[in-house]
């Protein structure tokens, strides 16, 4: 793998002495003044103007997805207030427990916030309607209530929480002594190491033997892991996977149950909230997974029954399911998949050579050092090919 020393790029969070250079290969590294991280911006004066503005303009894109249901007249003042709380407000949210948030930047989210739903209710300024009685309709409230709020509980996940440390290497004897050094330094510097909560696991192994130790305690072996939000079996299988898909569809769908089984609204509409709200929770990952037919058709059957509920109609009405989706303009399932698998192939054929993920054939193992502790033992075959990931 290479290093591109061209888009290395340092930022200095609350410098107070501009001097001072960063070096590559004696190649000095640019500087900048704001960089993206997990998907927030922070800038190097530990403002957070810019993550505000984008924070409005996600809102303001999710406000547009479903503003065919948010604009609809004939859809209840309450209705509309669930839909911006469930599709619009989370957008907005998202990451703002972390930032410290002044009342100029909360003014500018409520503002924001505020013309959202009078677009939503048909209300504009002149008609002279207090900002408490288009919250107290909609079902809404304030917004920097809900960031305190948020703040409030990503603190307390924080105190809970334990330190999640991952770790790559080529066999198991480099797995026991990296983790022996980790132990180390960590335990040098007041930590503890949880030697009960360790686990590993090995992902198509050829043969049982082998053990991985630490300090002569021998390390509990799983069948299987979540990682990165997906669960991983140790036979290659993604049975689980897919039950947890069909779970957080059925999570999205009653969410918007208010909305899907209204019989008011139109068939039209409801598969636009299903397209925009539940589908994404059930494609989510899937492109990266290896679907057999039988694992398509439970999808597949999951989502009918979602769509069968939404428009009022049963088995006993002897429907096709083809109507079922023209009605709600809802196409199959097992197409978005491969469409999905198709666009994330054309990321993967389209990156740079020098990509920090490379494709090359070589031995992997993760150690999560968390409640789901786990060691990832990737055995290959003669030479294969597949895609390692950077553990971060």
Known sequence: MKVSHSKTEYMCVN????????R?????????????????????NGECGKEVKKRVQAGWNGWRKVS?????RKISARIKGKVYRTVVRPAMLYGLETVSLRKRQESDLEVAELKMLRFSLGVTRLDRIRNEYIRGTAHVRRLGDKVREARLRWFGHAQ??????????????QVEENLERWRFALERRGMKVSRSKIEYMCVNEREGSGTVRLQGEEVKKVQEFKYLGSTVQSNG??????????????????????????????????????????????????????????QESELEVAELKMLRFSLG?????????????????????GDKVREARLRWFGHVQRR????????????????????????VYHSTTDSPRFATYPSV
């Open 160 to 173: 809970r929480r334990e330190n999640d440390i991952v770790i790559c290497s080529e066999s198991r004897e």
């Open 352 to 375: 740079e050579k020098n990509c920090y993920v490379a494709v090359t054939p070589v031995k992997v193992l993760f150690i999560n050092q968390k409640s789901n502790s786990t060691i």
């Open 24 to 44: 590559l290969q004696d190649e000095e590294v640019k500087k900048v003044l704001e960089f993206k991280y997990l998907g927030s911006t922070v800038q190097s």
């Open 237 to 294: 299988e993604c049975g689980k996977e897919v039950k947890k898909r069909v779970q957080a569809g059925w999570n999205g769908w009653r969410k918007m149950s208010g909305v899907l089984c209204d019989r008011k609204i139109s068939a039209r509409i409801k598969g636009k909230v299903y397209r925009t709200v539940v589908r994404p929770a059930m494609l989510y990952g899937l492109e990266t997974v290896s679907l057999r037919k039988r």
């Open 313 to 333: 109609v049963t088995r006993l009405d002897r429907i096709r399911n083809e109507y079922i989706r023209g009605t709600s303009h809802v196409g199959r399932l």
């Open 68 to 72: 065919g249901v948010l604009c609809d």
């Open 15 to 22: 410098e107070r002495e501009g001097s001072g250079t960063v």
